[in-house]
């Protein structure tokens, strides 16, 4: 059974930090890629950042500077540290990872929330 678990959303203050993981387990084949998407009420879900196994990194304008993927291959882990939060950053943030026959895996889902 596929299994993403993310952690390490929560309440933060505006310029504050928060640190997002994600672990992947039960995928069959190897893992191309993995990332982090968002969503708030109302809108699409959107990307945020995502790295492949050779370590191409991609991420959305609005979180450039103040976001960094990082990626474990060996323990199929992937995890966000966000820096300068700005309240716009709050949404519910997904973990997802694409296996090498392009087939897509979606987490439960993190809050976070950037707030003072």
């Known amino acids: 059974q596929v299994q993403l678990v993310e952690s390490g959303g929560g309440l933060v203050q505006p310029g504050g930090s928060l640190r997002l993981s994600c672990a992947a387990s039960g995928i069959s084949f190897g893992i191309y890629a993995m990332g982090w998407y968002r969503q708030v009420p109302g809108k699409e879900r959107e990307l945020v950042a995502t790295i492949t196994r050779g370590g191409s990194i991609k991420y959305t304008d609005s979180v450039k500077g103040r976001f960094t993927i990082s990626r474990d291959n060996a323990k199929n882990t992937v995890s966000l540290q966000m820096d300068t939060l700005k309240p716009e950053d709050t949404a519910v943030y997904y973990c997802?990872?694409?296996?090498?026959?392009?087939?897509?895996?979606w987490g439960q889902g993190t809050q976070v929330t950037v707030s003072a």
């Open positions: 997802n990872a694409k296996d090498d026959y392009l087939r897509i895996y």
